[in-house]
């Protein structure tokens, strides 16, 4: 399991993220349609998943913005914004911001992602929500990238995530 902090004070995560060079487990999510989506729905893109504990947080707000700015000029690319969040919240959220460069889905319904990525908080605050994490996927499925972002209140290491793709 992966140890992080919340606010400073350490928590655990379920698991640990999937290595890189392996294939990133399949996932059945629900979009702001109430529609389950799954990897093979993103068949043929490249796949950045932003991931983390509620839209309704300040950074977790920040990284949508940043990703939906980036996005529009990443070539077949789809960036996943992943959360518990329900459906509606998201939606609301991105509706408000002007946002259509990410896609938005919700592990609402079995959190059985959290729990195949590893990446579910164990405990804390925060726990069964998901930790801070951005993973990239290759058009095979092949992970090309991987963060744990060590402090949740931390954004995640975008230019990193980002030149995975290059």
């Known amino acids: 399991m992966a140890n992080v902090t919340l606010g400073g004070t350490p928590v655990e995560t379920i698991g ?3 290595k890189v060079g392996s294939k990133a487990p399949d996932f059945k999510l629900t979009d702001i349609e109430l529609k389950d989506k799954n990897a093979g729905d993103f068949k043929g893109s490249r796949l950045v998943l932003n991931i983390f504990p509620s839209v309704d947080t300040g950074t977790c707000a920040k990284s949508v ?20 969040d329900l459906p509606f919240a998201m939606a609301r959220f991105c509706g408000a911001e ?23 908080f164990a405990n804390g605050a925060f726990e069964t929500l998901l930790s801070r994490c951005v993973v ?20 995640p290491d975008y230019a990193s995530a980002l030149s995975s793709l290059s």
Not at 107 to 119: N, V
Not at 136 to 155: P, R
């Open 136 to 155: 990239v996927i290759d058009t095979d499925g092949t992970i090309l990238h991987t963060e744990q972002v060590s402090e949740i209140a931390d954004e």
């Open 16 to 18: 640990n993220l999937p």
């Open 98 to 120: 002007g946002l259509d460069n990410v896609i938005s889905l919700s592990d609402y319904k079995t959190g059985q992602f959290g729990k195949d990525y590893g990446l579910a």
């Open 65 to 84: 913005r940043t990703f939906n700015e980036k996005a529009g000029q990443l070539e077949n690319t789809k960036v996943l914004c992943i959360s518990k």
